[in-house]
């Protein structure tokens, strides 16, 4: 589960920064948070669910349609 897969971020010799360990702690509460701000009764899948985003990952802008150079191919 992401808790254990990210139990390593706060072990006290974690290379990480004290700035990047926050980071990861916010993060981990985020997903101990997660279950009370679902509304259980419209998730169908885990896509229906607004996940935290993993420190240090940057999730890049998907460019829509009206994004595409006319004179470009798809």
Known sequence: ???FQSD???VTDS???AEAKAAWAAYRQALRDL????????VTS???INWPIVPGVTIPEVAGP?????DQPL
């Open 1 to 3: 589960n992401l808790l």
């Open 8 to 10: 390593w971020t706060q």
């Open 15 to 17: 290379p990480l920064s």
């Open 35 to 42: 279950p009370d701000g679902i509304d259980w009764s419209t």
């Open 46 to 48: 885990s896509a229906d």
């Open 66 to 70: 009206e994004d595409t150079p006319i």
